[in-house]
């Protein structure tokens, strides 16, 4: 008996054991089974008519992604009527797009009944453009202001003109297409020829709607995300008169040069007095060197006995004779009156002095 009692309380304990132990690991695996499973977004997911299996639920845990993120987008597409698969969804997210944005976009084009495709959107919100905003402007059409573009008419006056262009997005465009920036451009482009080409400013003024129509007829919106439906003139300023400025650049310019040739013609001009008053001074220098000489040949004349005493005083006295006659006509010539007669020597007659 007492053993059948410790047997009894032997087994007792085990089932115990066993069962504190399956109740730890029953608890334990509710516990991981709720961490797994999303039981809220399951739930709400099947009672909004977009019923998601259990193990995709798991799968897309497993993976590390956005459930909640994309189930609701899911509920979303699916309430919205597109034919759109979870999977999708997933890898669009994956491959680092904006789901959200691509059903909004998607649920819009279904709206408005445009002809959009699930893979068509994804690839352009993929190209980095923003295809909500692209549906939107193919529905309401959107106004692209260009900055003051400044151009300059024959007559050289200066025009700055101010455009404003109304384009609608085009969706088989929106991935290669060229972007905002380029239709500015080409509008800008346009309004410079335009004005360019017209004769007179005035002409510009008048007709603004020249630049609409020449700019429009270029087909600017070729090869570009958009189309464009009209282009309206805001502003219209005038500005400088850029061929008065030119041509008075133009005439400084030529001043300037003129100057500069001057002033080169000038300095050859001096340098070539100063050469020549260097040559006057070597000139006048030999001269002084040989009259030096002419002493020494008289002294050796009159060694010799080639030239004589009288000669020599006859020489001395045709040089007194020259020099007065030198000075008597250089004092005529500055003490003669308006009448031309002559202060202290007038009606006198100059004799010769009597040679020795």
């Given at each position: ?38 039981l809220?977004l399951?739930?709400r997911?099947?009672v909004s ?11 897309m845990?497993?993976?590390k ?11 979303t ?29 998607l649920?819009s ?10 893979q ?21 059409p ?6 003051v573009v ?12 101010k455009a404003?262009v ?6 088989h465009m929106?991935i ?9 451009a ?19 003024l ?14 600017l ?9 009209s ?10 008169n850029?061929?008065?400025e ?21 300095c050859m ?18 001269v ?6 002419v002493?020494k ?12 005493v ?22 005529d ?13 007038a ?10």
């Open positions: 008996m007492i053993n059948a009692i410790f047997y009894l309380g032997k087994l007792s304990v085990g089932w115990i054991i066993g069962l504190s132990v399956g109740g730890v690991v029953f608890i334990a695996g509710i516990i991981v089974f709720l961490c797994m499973v999303p809220r399951w739930f997911a099947s008519g977009a019923h998601i299996p259990m193990s995709k639920l798991i799968g845990k497993l993976r992604v956005d459930v909640s993120k994309i189930v609701l987008t899911y509920i597409a699916r309430k919205a009527g597109l034919t759109i698969t979870l999977d999708e969804l997933e890898t669009h997210y994956m491959a680092n797009g904006d789901i959200e944005r691509v059903v909004k976009a649920v084009a279904h709206s408005a009944n445009m002809d959009l495709s699930v068509t959107a994804k690839a352009i919100d993929l190209a980095g453009r923003d295809v909500y905003q692209a549906v939107r402007t193919s529905v309401v959107k106004i692209i202001e260009t900055p400044s151009a300059m008419a024959k007559d050289g006056i200066e025009l700055k003109v404003k109304t384009v609608i997005s085009n969706m929106q290669f297409g060229a972007g905002e920036e380029t239709i500015i080409r509008v800008g482009e346009g309004v410079v020829t335009t004005v360019g080409s017209a004769a007179s400013h005035k002409i510009v008048e007709n603004p709607d020249l630049i609409s129509s020449t700019v429009l007829n270029k087909g919106d070729t090869g570009t995300a958009y189309e464009i439906v282009i309206d003139i805001a502003d219209i300023d005038v500005g400088r850029i061929g008065a030119l041509e008075i650049a133009n005439a400084e310019a030529d001043k300037r040069i003129a100057q500069a040739k001057a002033e080169e013609r000038k001009a001096i340098a070539t007095e100063n050469e020549m008053k260097a040559k006057v001074q070597e000139m006048r220098a030999m002084v060197e040989a009259e030096a000489e002493p040949a008289l002294a050796k004349a009159l060694n010799n006995g080639t030239m004589g009288m000669d020599y005083y006859n020489m001395k006295n045709l040089q007194a004779d020259t020099e007065m006659r030198k000075a008597l006509s250089g004092a010539e500055n003490s003669s009156d308006d009448n031309g007669s002559s202060a202290g020597f009606g006198s007659t100059i004799r010769p002095r009597p040679k020795l």
